[in-house]
C-alpha cells in the first residue's frame, strides 16, 4: 500500500514566521501534488512537480521535489492568516489512475 | 464557467439506509474521481470514472458503487450505511485519466 505521510501533522504559528511542511513516501511518484483546503471547503491545487529536484515559487511559497522522486517539501516564508488551512500533498503514480493523498498538515498563522 | 457542483451539500442517514450523491464536472472534463475524507485526514481515493467506464477502484467494500452518466456527471451510492462512513465526500473532474483535479464543495454525510 502506497502512503504518504505528512509532517508536521498540526502547526500553530505567529505571523510573520517561516515554516516547513514535509510529505515523504516509500514509492516513486510521476509527480506530487500540493493543495490547500478551507473549511467546507474542496482543495485547491497550488502546484504540481513532475522532475526530481525541480523547485517552483509561488509568491511566498516555495515546493521541492525530492531528487528520487518520493518526497517533497513546502516552505512558507512570512506566513499570514490567510495561509491558515489544511495543506495536502497528493502523488500520481501513472499506470493507476488515481492520486494518493498525504494525511495533510493543518496549519493556524494567528495575528 | 461553473465549477464541479456536488448535491446535496449535507444530508443525515441512518444506519443501514442507503445513499446517493451526485456531481456535475467541469463542462469538458471526462473524468470524474470520488474520495472519502474522514474528519481530520486526506482524502481517500474511491473509485475514479473515465468516458463512462471505471478506471481504478480504491479499498472501499462492495456497499460502495457508481456511475458515470453519458452526459459525464456520476453518482456514487452507499448501501448498508455504517457509523463509520460518516465524511465529506468529494467529487474531482479532470480533462483526462490524469493531471490537475478539480474539487467540488463535498457532500458531508452524517450517518446516526
Known amino acids: 500500500t502506497q502512503l504518504l505521510e505528512q509532517s508536521p501533522q498540526f502547526l500553530s504559528i505567529q505571523e510573520g514566521e517561516n515554516l516547513t511542511v514535509y510529505c515523504n513516501s516509500s514509492?516513486?511518484?510521476?509527480?506530487l501534488q500540493w493543495y490547500r483546503q478551507e473549511p467546507g471547503e474542496g482543495p485547491v491545487l497550488l502546484v504540481t512537480?513532475?522532475?526530481?529536484?525541480e523547485v517552483k515559487k509561488l509568491k511566498r511559497l516555495t515546493f521541492q521535489f525530492g531528487d528520487a522522486r518520493k518526497d517533497s517539501s513546502l516552505h512558507i516564508t512570512a506566513a499570514q492568516p490567510g495561509d491558515t488551512g489544511l495543506y495536502l500533498c497528493?502523488?500520481?503514480?501513472?499506470?493507476?489512475?488515481?492520486?494518493?493523498f498525504g494525511t495533510g498538515t493543518r496549519l493556524k498563522v494567528l495575528a | 464557467d461553473a465549477g464541479v457542483t456536488q448535491s446535496p451539500t449535507h444530508l443525515i442517514k441512518t444506519r443501514g439506509q442507503h445513499v446517493t450523491l451526485r456531481c456535475s464536472p467541469i463542462?469538458?472534463?471526462?473524468?470524474v474521481s470520488w474520495y472519502q475524507q474522514v474528519l481530520g485526514q486526506g482524502p481517500q481515493f474511491i473509485f475514479q470514472?473515465?468516458?463512462?467506464?471505471?478506471?481504478g477502484r480504491g479499498n472501499f467494500p462492495d456497499r460502495f458503487s457508481a456511475r458515470q452518466f453519458p452526459n459525464y456527471s456520476s453518482e456514487l451510492n452507499v448501501n448498508a450505511l455504517l457509523l463509520g462512513d460518516s465524511a465529506l465526500y468529494l467529487c474531482?473532474?479532470?480533462?483526462?485519466?490524469?493531471?490537475?483535479?478539480?474539487f467540488g464543495e463535498g457532500s458531508r454525510l452524517t450517518v446516526l
Open positions: 463542462s469538458g472534463h471526462k473524468s
Open positions: 514509492s516513486v511518484f510521476s509527480s
Open positions: 512537480v513532475v522532475t526530481g529536484g
Open positions: 470514472y473515465y468516458e463512462k467506464e471505471e478506471r
Open positions: 474531482a473532474s479532470s480533462l483526462g485519466l490524469t493531471g490537475e483535479l478539480f
Open positions: 497528493a502523488g500520481d503514480n501513472s499506470g493507476t489512475y488515481k492520486y494518493i
